[in-house]
């Protein structure tokens, strides 16, 4: 899901993906409005088994 402001700019994108193994991949990106680059990331990672692990990026992104 892409999240755009008042003219237009992409500002944030939330995905999610399931894997053949059963884990769930969510990624939040959030974007400068001014000059499209990628503010921070969050990817969330959840096993079959329930255990999260949680990934934070400042000024970049590790996921498209």
Do not use: F
């Amino acid at each position: 899901m892409k999240t755009y402001d008042n003219h237009g700019r992409l500002i944030n994108e939330m995905n999610t993906a399931i894997t053949s193994d059963g884990k769930t991949v969510s990624t939040n990106t959030t974007y400068n409005s001014d000059n499209g680059r990628p503010v921070c990331q969050n990817v969330s990672v959840r096993d079959s088994a329930g255990k999260v692990t949680s990934t934070n990026v400042i000024n970049g992104k590790i996921l498209p």
